[in-house]
């Protein structure tokens, strides 16, 4: 059967006019697995509903913020009384207060704290306080990863680029990608070797901790403690890009999650409840650098407004409840076996797993640690599964190479009609 698209595809004509791509955001546009991306009317808990009617269960969550599901109502109502006090004032408030405070009892470690607008603002952020403390030019990231699209990031960066087929978008000077030292994920003989040759100049290593931009990449037992331990020897500092990561990993977060104490991290997607926001932060000493407090400069018109404020306070709330980090783990693993059992049943030789409330599936039989075993994955499979999970009211991340996410608004019921759904659509393949 096929989906019945019609007014999203006129839409998407119609907004190619206008907007690069039909999208305010490249993979938005569905470049990997073709076809036509549902232009959405609104969402409810678990589901998305497009402009033709039709219903999905939705596990891109619009790429992790959503992890109550959409128009939670605590959210929704804190979203309509912030906004009925007005909208932004420029001007500090008590709720940029709380925020801070609630980041600072939720993170590991954490000292103080910066509200911007984006994940990206967020690393390009952390990056210049980095180079500020040390005095140093060079950043260290992994191939795969992705902080967000300014100029010494988009060095052989993950998300989107991977499916762009440009490592190094044009536009980047070439200065800035010198800036950057781009090694394999998990190859901490890479770090020891880059170091070694530049470590006196090594401002800092900036990671994923939990690498999800490459599909769902996990940490090699050691490696982050390697990265901490490197750091420390050549007085760089370790920058925990947690902006996808953070409060959905056990514990919280990855430095919760697995013992480590960066020096910085960077926050963005859950923090928001779904408005636009990024946070940087970390010990206080680094922090304490960023203007006005220091002579490190950073701004933003719109930092700390009320509305992503009220909407990331209501929601950190509702994930503080005893129960939620449970249930959501639950039903990531649920979602999981379940996929399992219908690849081995269906004597298919790949495998989902999942870590806190991200999950992920590889179409590739080699066991996926850095970009280049990510690679391996068969993207034109992935992209037929992909639409027969589409077509039987399943949506997933339109990239092989980004993460599934979970909601607690999806229910056992949701969780198992998506594995009914893989079944049929792997059945397909
Ligand atoms: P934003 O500037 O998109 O808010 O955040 C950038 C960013 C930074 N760090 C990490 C670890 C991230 O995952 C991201 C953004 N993630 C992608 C999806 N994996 C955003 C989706 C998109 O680009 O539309």
Not at 64 to 73: K, Q, R, S, Y
Not at 155 to 161: C, L, M, P, Q, T
Request: neutral net charge.
């Amino acid at each position: 059967m096929a989906l019945q698209l019609s007014r999203s595809e006129a839409l998407f004509a119609a907004s190619r006019e206008v907007i690069p791509g039909g999208v305010n955001s490249p993979v938005r546009a569905f470049r990997s697995v073709g076809g036509t991306p549902p232009f959405i009317a609104r969402g409810e808990g678990p589901y998305l509903y497009d402009v033709d009617g039709n219903r999905y269960i939705d596990y891109c969550l619009s790429w992790g913020p959503l992890i109550l599901g959409h128009a939670h109502p605590e959210v929704v109502a804190a979203v309509q009384e912030a906004a009925a006090r007005g909208t932004s004032f420029g001007a500090p408030t008590e709720l940029e207060l709380e925020m801070a405070r609630t980041l600072i009892q939720f993170y590991p470690g954490l000292e103080m704290v910066r509200m911007v607008n984006s994940g990206t603002e967020a690393t390009m952020s952390a990056i210049r306080v980095a180079r500020a403390a040390t005095g140093r030019p060079l950043v260290v990231k992994f191939i795969g990863c992705y902080h967000g699209h300014h100029d010494s990031m988009l060095v052989s960066a993950g998300s989107g680029s991977i499916d762009l087929g440009v490592p190094d978008s044009p536009g980047v000077p070439a200065a800035a990608a010198r800036t950057t030292l781009a090694l394999p994920y998990n190859n901490l003989e890479a770090v020891r070797e880059a170091f070694a040759r530049h470590g006196e100049s090594i401002a800092a290593v900036i990671v994923e901790p939990v690498a999800g931009n490459m599909g769902l990449v996990l940490p090699k037992p050691g490696f982050l403690e390697g990265l901490r331990e490197i750091t420390r020897q050549y007085g760089a500092l370790l920058i925990f890009d947690e902006v996808l990561t953070g409060f959905r990993l056990p514990g919280g977060s990855a430095a919760a999650c697995f013992g480590i104490d960066p020096d910085l991290v960077t926050l963005g997607k859950v923090l928001g409840g779904g408005l636009p926001v990024g946070a940087y932060g970390g010990k206080r000493r680094y922090m304490e650098l960023v203007a006005p407090a220091g002579p490190v400069y950073q701004a933003g018109t719109l930092s700390g407004n009320p509305l992503a404020m009220a909407a990331g306070l209501a929601q950190l709330r509702v994930l503080q409840r005893p129960e939620t980090y449970p249930t959501l783990e639950a039903r990531t693993r649920r979602l999981v076996q379940g996929l399992n059992e219908v690849l081995e049943r269906r004597g298919l030789p790949y495998r989902a797993r999942c870590l806190g409330s991200l999950w992920g599936l590889f179409f590739t039989t080699e066991e996926v640690v850095d970009y280049d075993t990510a690679r391996t994955a068969d993207t034109r499979l992935y992209a037929k599964f992909f639409h027969g999970m589409l077509r039987r009211g399943v949506y997933l991340a339109p990239s092989q190479f980004e993460t599934g996410f979970m909601s607690l608004a999806h229910t056992e019921a949701e969780i198992d009609a998506t594995v009914a759904a893989a079944e049929a659509a792997l059945a397909e393949l």
